[in-house]
Protein backbone atom coordinates (compact mmCIF):
# COMPACT_ATOMS: atom_id res chain seq x y z
CA UNK A 1 0.00 0.00 0.00
CA UNK A 2 1.31 3.50 -0.81
CA UNK A 3 2.38 5.32 2.41
CA UNK A 4 2.78 8.91 2.86
CA UNK A 5 4.73 10.35 6.03
CA UNK A 6 4.88 14.20 6.73
CA UNK A 7 7.48 16.20 8.47
CA UNK A 8 8.50 19.50 9.39
CA UNK A 9 5.60 21.03 11.07
CA UNK A 10 6.19 22.90 14.22
CA UNK A 11 5.23 26.52 16.60
CA UNK A 12 6.10 29.55 14.61
CA UNK A 13 5.04 33.19 14.77
CA UNK A 14 3.12 35.16 12.02
CA UNK A 15 5.58 35.69 9.52
CA UNK A 16 7.49 33.30 10.06
CA UNK A 17 8.44 30.27 7.59
CA UNK A 18 8.24 26.26 7.55
CA UNK A 19 8.56 23.70 5.02
CA UNK A 20 6.95 20.74 4.95
CA UNK A 21 8.11 17.13 4.07
CA UNK A 22 6.51 14.25 2.68
CA UNK A 23 8.36 11.35 2.14
CA UNK A 24 6.10 8.49 -0.36
CA UNK A 25 6.90 5.09 -0.21
CA UNK A 26 5.54 2.61 -3.09
CA UNK A 27 4.23 5.78 -5.32
CA UNK A 28 6.45 7.39 -7.47
CA UNK A 29 6.05 11.22 -7.12
CA UNK A 30 6.48 11.49 -10.74
CA UNK A 31 2.71 9.74 -11.18
CA UNK A 32 -0.32 11.50 -11.67
CA UNK A 33 -1.41 13.69 -8.59
CA UNK A 34 -0.41 14.87 -4.94
CA UNK A 35 -1.29 17.70 -2.70
CA UNK A 36 -1.45 19.10 0.35
CA UNK A 37 -4.46 19.34 2.42
CA UNK A 38 -5.14 21.05 5.79
CA UNK A 39 -7.79 21.35 8.59
CA UNK A 40 -8.28 23.38 11.64
CA UNK A 41 -10.36 22.49 14.43
CA UNK A 42 -13.92 22.85 13.89
CA UNK A 43 -13.28 23.29 10.28
CA UNK A 44 -13.63 21.35 7.23
CA UNK A 45 -10.72 19.80 5.76
CA UNK A 46 -9.45 22.56 2.67
CA UNK A 47 -6.83 21.82 -0.23
CA UNK A 48 -3.84 23.95 -0.12
CA UNK A 49 -1.74 22.85 -3.35
CA UNK A 50 -1.55 20.22 -5.71
CA UNK A 51 1.03 19.06 -8.06
CA UNK A 52 0.33 16.77 -11.20
CA UNK A 53 2.88 14.24 -13.04
CA UNK A 54 4.34 17.10 -15.43
CA UNK A 55 5.26 19.54 -12.35
CA UNK A 56 1.84 21.71 -13.28
CA UNK A 57 0.88 23.21 -9.70
CA UNK A 58 -2.59 24.68 -8.35
CA UNK A 59 -2.35 27.07 -5.21
CA UNK A 60 -5.32 28.05 -3.15
CA UNK A 61 -6.53 31.81 -2.92
CA UNK A 62 -5.68 31.67 0.58
CA UNK A 63 -2.07 30.93 0.36
CA UNK A 64 -1.17 32.36 -3.32
CA UNK A 65 2.02 34.31 -3.31
CA UNK A 66 2.79 32.15 0.34
CA UNK A 67 3.29 29.01 -0.25
CA UNK A 68 4.86 26.69 -2.67
CA UNK A 69 4.00 23.17 -3.59
CA UNK A 70 7.22 21.04 -5.30
CA UNK A 71 8.72 17.35 -5.25
CA UNK A 72 11.83 16.03 -6.21
CA UNK A 73 11.65 13.03 -7.95
CA UNK A 74 15.18 11.30 -7.13
CA UNK A 75 14.42 11.36 -3.47
CA UNK A 76 10.00 10.40 -3.90
CA UNK A 77 9.49 13.51 -1.47
CA UNK A 78 6.92 16.23 -1.61
CA UNK A 79 7.47 19.72 -0.26
CA UNK A 80 5.18 22.21 0.79
CA UNK A 81 7.12 25.70 1.32
CA UNK A 82 5.04 27.96 3.86
CA UNK A 83 6.85 31.44 3.98
CA UNK A 84 4.73 34.95 5.70
CA UNK A 85 2.28 32.40 8.40
CA UNK A 86 -0.47 33.60 9.53
CA UNK A 87 -2.60 32.53 12.34
CA UNK A 88 -5.29 31.50 9.99
CA UNK A 89 -2.55 28.83 8.98
CA UNK A 90 -2.97 26.88 12.10
CA UNK A 91 -3.77 23.43 11.43
CA UNK A 92 -3.03 19.64 10.68
CA UNK A 93 -1.31 19.17 7.09
CA UNK A 94 -1.46 16.53 5.44
CA UNK A 95 -0.10 15.09 2.25
CA UNK A 96 -1.77 12.82 -0.16
CA UNK A 97 -1.59 11.18 -3.59
CA UNK A 98 -3.49 10.10 -6.27
CA UNK A 99 -2.73 7.82 -8.65
CA UNK A 100 -5.36 7.55 -11.16
CA UNK A 101 -5.04 9.26 -14.21
CA UNK A 102 -7.17 12.52 -14.15
CA UNK A 103 -7.61 15.87 -12.65
CA UNK A 104 -6.27 16.98 -9.84
CA UNK A 105 -7.78 19.21 -8.20
CA UNK A 106 -10.54 17.93 -5.35
CA UNK A 107 -9.50 16.13 -1.66
CA UNK A 108 -12.21 13.35 -2.73
CA UNK A 109 -10.16 12.04 -5.61
CA UNK A 110 -6.92 11.28 -3.57
CA UNK A 111 -6.47 7.47 -2.34
CA UNK A 112 -3.77 7.64 -0.44
CA UNK A 113 -3.11 9.82 2.77
CA UNK A 114 -0.57 10.72 5.61
CA UNK A 115 -1.50 11.13 9.24
CA UNK A 116 -0.62 14.80 9.29
CA UNK A 117 1.68 17.00 10.57
CA UNK A 118 0.65 20.26 13.11
CA UNK A 119 1.69 23.29 12.13
CA UNK A 120 0.72 26.38 14.61
CA UNK A 121 0.81 29.89 13.91
CA UNK A 122 0.75 32.30 16.92
CA UNK A 123 0.49 36.30 16.38
Known amino acids: QVQLVESGGGSVQAGGSLRLSCAVT????????LGWFRQAPGKEREGVAT???????SVADSVKGRFTISKDNAKNTLYLQMNSLKPDDTAMYYC?????????????????WGRGTQVTVSS
Open 96 to 112: AAKPRRGRCLGASLYNY
Open 51 to 57: IDNYGST
Open 26 to 33: RYTVSRRC
